[in-house]
């Protein structure tokens, strides 16, 4: 399903995912990110990516709550326009809304 929608998918064994991890830690591509580990052995992932401190890794139990879930990975972002001066409205923001 998710190769009609031009996503990849890659398909590999625990030893695998965890050479692949590694890799990308020792490159320095894992700088920051989180991982949400299911089902995996957190200790074998810290060990393979070196136990960097900048890796989150999320491997609590699965909650059926999207939302909560969803927390550690979405960034919120909010987007505001004043459009007036001292009361006075500014219409230059009208097409952008």
Excluded at 32 to 43: E, K, P, T
Excluded at 47 to 54: L, Q
């Amino acid at each position: 399903m998710l190769t009609a929608l031009d996503i990849d998918v890659t398909v590999e064994s625990d030893a695998g995912w965890l050479a692949s991890a590694g890799r990308l830690a020792s490159a320095g591509k894992l700088s920051g990110a989180r991982i949400r580990l299911i089902g995996g052995d957190a200790s074998a992932l810290a060990e393979a990516t070196g136990g960097r401190p900048d890796l989150a890794v999320y491997a609590h139990p699965v909650t059926e709550a999207g939302r909560v879930e969803l927390l550690p990975f979405l960034h919120e972002q909010a987007v505001s326009i004043t459009a007036h001066r001292f009361g006075t409205p500014n219409h230059l923001s009208d097409a952008l809304i």
